[in-house]
């Protein structure tokens, strides 16, 4: 079975560009998360949706933030403009289940985002 | 609300040692607790879980026992190897309580030959 896709890998670009990540959850996974990981401050969650809508996107660091889910089977997050400090390990997770899950989190290989 | 509390790393094992990463937790109802098992360059991945007191998750060489009256769920391996060499997470899931899964920072293996 396929797994969570990111694209892409690997990402490297100058301060002020747009920067636009993309996630395909695992089919029939109805809940879909951001992470964002560095060094100084661990796994931090930056969004969550359920069936599409977002639902807790108080990890937003701020508005040069930007989620969407137009569909259940894709998803971006989106910085515009780029500062060097967004520079991380950016993840995307699945799980088959919304409120009161059992279920673990399926994880992607994330996106490794330099700005310079 | 919920948290999960590992210890700090890095653990430096020689190959063949046994290993042991403690977690604690404290949440308002009964959980689901799991390891995730991070290897350089790729994501978290499950590696073992338990969903009521007493369960016992195994995976990989790997074990971990639901301990309600202690709050813990720590993670061993009789003889860990160089190929274990990974950070570690500890993390929690609450039936009927929040969407969202709760981590602990991760430990970092590094096991020697």
């Known amino acids: 079975d396929a797994g969570v896709i990111q694209s892409p890998r690997h990402e490297v670009t100058e301060m002020g560009q747009e920067v636009t990540l993309r996630c395909k959850p695992i089919?029939?996974?109805?809940?879909l998360f951001w992470y964002r990981q560095t060094m100084m401050r661990g796994l931090e969650l930056l969004i969550y949706?359920?069936?599409?809508?977002?639902?807790?996107d108080s990890g937003m660091p701020e508005d040069r933030f930007s989620a969407k889910m137009p569909n259940a089977s894709f998803s971006t997050l989106k910085i515009q403009p780029s500062e060097p400090r967004d520079s991380a390990v950016y993840f995307c997770a699945s799980s088959p289940a919304g409120k009161g899950t059992r279920e673990p989190q399926h994880f992607g290989d994330g996106t490794r985002l330099s700005i310079l | 609300g919920n948290s999960v509390t590992q210890m700090e790393g890095p653990v430096t094992l020689s190959e063949e040692a046994f290993l042991t990463i403690n977690c604690t937790y404290t949440?308002?109802?009964?959980?689901?607790l799991f390891w995730y098992v991070q290897y350089p360059g790729e994501g978290l991945q499950l590696l073992l879980k338990a969903t009521k007191a007493d369960d016992k998750g195994s995976n990989k060489g790997f074990e971990a026992t639901y301990r309600k009256e202690t709050t813990s769920f720590h993670l061993e391996k009789g003889s860990v190897q160089v190929s274990d060499s990974a950070v570690y997470f500890c993390a929690l899931s609450e039936p009927g309580g929040s969407y969202i899964p709760t981590f602990g920072r991760g430990t970092s293996l590094i096991v020697h030959p």
């Open positions: 089919s029939g996974h109805n809940s």
């Open positions: 949440a308002t109802g009964y959980p689901s």
């Open positions: 949706f359920n069936n599409n809508v977002p639902i807790d």
